[in-house]
């Protein structure tokens, strides 16, 4: 892609990540593009990159909308989340006590905004946690993996009735993770990350709106 269309796939993707865009809002080309700052071209270049990625998809008669992940999509993700994360914990090179220090700030986000009753920024919290685990591998690759599963992985999210409930009693599960890392035991944050993850995979499977639609297949982007 051109410079300004990664950057305007960067911002949409974004967008998705930090919960502003749901599962079924459809992408006006015109009124995007202007927002973002780019030629009707270069959002379609940008577009056309976020479908590939699973992050919007093509409707007939309606265009780019969001998309809605379905059971299938979650347990891939996970099993990519499973390889990765648990690894980034056990044996990335990127460990540091700065790093550290992210994840334990991204905790302390998510108890400040569970008690300011900030719902959407409890999941953000989270985003940013899992975020800050992958950047302990060291490797923009894997950053940038990561950034697609945190998009998909927000949309997933949505299809919950109430995704802070499912959020919450992670808050505690992260801590303990930084509790483990600044015990230098990699190992035991690993194990503990790990069966989180299989816990939260089995969570959002046996969860009623794991195949649900959008809940507003008309809505655009504001």
Same mark, same amino acid.
């Given at each position: ?11 949409? *993707?974004?967008?998705? %990540?930090?919960?502003?865009? *749901? ?9 995007? !593009?202007?927002? &973002? ?8 270049? !940008? ?7 699973? &992050?919007?998809?093509? @409707? ?13 999509? &979650? ?5 990519? *989340? ?22 334990? !700030? ?15 920024? %409890? ?9 800050? @685990?992958?950047?302990?591998?060291? #490797? ?36 303990? &993770? ?15 990350? !790990? ?10 499977? #046996? ?11 008309? #809505?655009?982007?504001?």
């Amino acid at each position: 892609m051109s410079t300004s269309a990664e950057r305007a796939a960067r911002q949409v *993707r974004e967008e998705v %990540v930090e919960g502003r865009l *749901r599962s079924g809002t459809r992408l006006p080309e015109e009124r995007l !593009a202007a927002a &973002i700052g780019v030629s009707r071209n270069t959002l379609r270049e !940008a577009l056309s990159q976020l479908v590939a990625e699973r &992050i919007l998809v093509r @409707v007939p008669h309606r265009g780019v909308v969001v998309a809605t992940p379905g059971p299938e999509d &979650i347990r891939d993700l996970y099993a990519v *989340r499973m390889l990765v994360e648990p690894a980034a914990l056990a044996h990335g090179s990127g460990l540091s006590d700065r790093r550290v220090e992210g994840l334990r !700030a991204a905790v302390d986000e998510g108890r400040a905004a569970l008690a300011a009753g900030d719902l959407e920024g %409890v999941g953000s919290a989270n985003q940013h946690f899992h975020r800050a @685990v992958v950047a302990l591998a060291g #490797s923009p690759r894997l950053d940038a993996l990561m950034d697609l599963l945190l998009a998909e992985m927000r949309l997933v999210f949505h299809s919950m009735g109430d995704p802070a409930a499912f959020h919450t009693p992670y808050l505690e599960e992260n801590a303990r &993770i930084c509790d483990l890392l600044e015990a230098d035991d990699r190992e035991g944050a690993a194990r503990h990350l !790990a069966g989180y993850l299989a816990r939260a995979r089995d969570h959002l499977l #046996s969860a009623p709106g794991s195949r649900t639609t959008a809940d507003d297949p008309g #809505s655009d982007a504001r």
